[in-house]
């Protein structure tokens, strides 16, 4: 697995301090980009909250999710959650360590009473004194929120500053990245009043007890979901549901629960989203398929890297970004003169970098700027990256029509067919997942090789030495050798 250190320098830590006849809630931001560009200290928001006791305990669960893993827990967990300002709201967001839930907190702007909402997105230090002051507080006293430094800190910028050194897995960022393909592809499923959404997930199980014995579906029944043994027409697919723990946080002040997930068909445990509704705000967990299962091997996003053309069409929609907090891909389409379905593959490109999430509730996609290499997740994806080596050595050769191809991969040879414009594959992984994690190497480097790409340049040449390389994705989203199945898939 890749990883990196990731250097937060704060101007100090963030804090909850009495204020007047409030509190002032001050979270101090790290290394961010706006619509000037750069900045040390980025400010997005100075103004009051309408529900400060709701706003604190959403901003909690969003830190647990970031301080937690749910699988292999004995592993350290602790990332800095993300704040987007939108114009209109803020947008708190955080995986856990294990990359399997996703967590995301709007302030819309009926829970914001203030000065406007600034643009960008930076880290926020949500360190343990600010969790231990922010469990702490009681009532609706004024909470003043300020997002950034305040005018002192600006002008002392070159004291001493707060510097946390956090291993940053490769994984975070693609876990952005896939969450957003997966979470495009969900309909609202169910609703439940506050009183139906707080017995049902004070009823589920808080250990792991349940998602070693698989997947557990829910079905809506009247106004509650009930459980079912099976997917049956209508189910939705809960995996994990001790992964639902951080929404404990709000359940007195919940108004409402929204489910959102994919249809329902066969066996196989799929994502699905968890809304709780707030005054004034959302708190959503995204949960993976599996507990041991992380958003970063999912595979959405591999087809819209494996072209030159959706590259070059990200490049132009990034210009047409605008911070907004809805993107409509029909009018990306008008500016651009490109089709709506070429957008589409253009934001999930973008969604790579970090520069595009998707919101359920609005069934929109949004900007944000992740202060992060633009390539960086797809040169380190481990499918990708032996897809390419296996383009830049000529391991491909497509056969007659096009229906079928031949790649030579090690020692094997594997076959890849398209039906209708759905490849499959003879390897190890097409058998394991047919499909439902994205393509297999095998697979990607034929449709790289069919629209005419060579794999060279950096992202091949980095590839050179992994051409026999197993690119299966683990838990964390890195590889798994051969030998685990006796072959290369």
């Known amino acids: 697995m890749t990883r990196s250190v990731q250097a937060f320098a704060y101007s100090r830590p963030s804090a909850l301090e009495s204020a007047g006849g409030g509190r002032l809630l001050g979270l101090e931001t790290a290394g961010g980009l706006t619509p000037a560009g750069a900045e040390a200290h980025p400010r997005f928001f100075s103004g009051f909250l309408t529900s400060p006791l709701t706003a604190a305990r959403g901003l909690l669960a969003v830190a647990d999710v970031a301080a937690a893993r749910y699988h292999q827990r004995e592993l350290r967990a602790s990332l800095d959650p993300v704040v987007t300002g939108n114009g209109d709201r803020l947008r708190f967001e955080a995986f856990s360590g294990c990359c399997g839930v996703y967590a995301r907190l709007d302030v819309l702007k009926e829970g914001l009473d203030g000065a406007a909402t600034g643009h960008g997105t930076t880290n926020v230090d949500v360190n343990n004194p600010l969790r231990e002051a922010l469990s702490r507080l009681a009532g609706d006293d004024p909470l003043h929120l300020r997002v950034g430094p305040d ?77 079912t043994t099976r997917p049956v027409p209508g189910a939705i697919c809960l995996p994990g549901p001790e992964r639902l723990a951080a929404l404990q946080r709000v359940l007195r002040q919940a108004t409402g629960l929204r489910v959102y997930g994919p249809p329902a068909t066969g066996g196989a445990a799929t994502a699905s989203a968890w809304e709780v509704t707030l005054p004034g705000m959302r708190l959503t967990l995204t949960l993976s398929p599996e507990a041991a299962r992380g958003f970063s091997g999912e595979g959405g996003v591999l087809e819209a890297l494996a072209t030159d053309e959706a590259a070059e069409d990200a490049e132009l929609i990034s210009v047409l970004l605008a911070w907004e907090p809805t993107i409509d891909p029909a009018d990306l389409a008008g500016q651009s003169g490109l089709t709506v379905a070429r957008v589409r593959a253009a934001l999930t490109r973008l969604g790579t970098a970090g520069r595009v999430g998707y919101d359920i509730a609005d069934a929109a996609y949004f900007h944000r700027e992740l202060p992060y290499d633009a390539d960086r997740a797809e040169r380190h994806n481990p499918r990708l990256v032996a897809a390419r080596a296996l383009v830049a050595h000529g391991a491909v050769r497509v056969e007659g029509d096009g229906a079928t191809a031949t790649v030579a991969s090690g020692e094997r040879h594997y076959r890849v067919r398209d039906t209708r414009g759905a490849l499959s594959c003879t390897c190890q992984w097409w058998a394991d997942y047919r499909g439902s994690r994205g393509p297999c190497k095998h697979a990607l480097a034929v449709l790289m090789t069919k629209r005419g790409m060579t794999g060279h340049g950096e992202a091949g040449r980095a590839a050179t030495e992994s051409v026999a390389m197993e690119s299966g994705p683990t838990e964390s989203g890195g590889t798994r050798g051969a030998s685990a199945r006796g072959g290369a898939r």
Do not use: I, Y
């Open 151 to 227: 005018e002192l800190a600006v002008t002392t910028l070159d004291g001493p500053v707060v510097e946390k050194k956090v291993p940053l897995p490769d994984r975070w960022l693609r876990g952005f990245a896939e969450a957003q393909v997966v979470c495009a592809g969900f309909d609202l499923r169910a609703e439940l009043t506050a009183a139906e959404a707080v017995r049902f997930l004070r009823a589920l199980p808080r250990s792991s007890g349940s998602a070693s014995r698989g997947a557990m579906w829910v079905v809506p029944a009247g106004r509650t979901l009930r459980p």
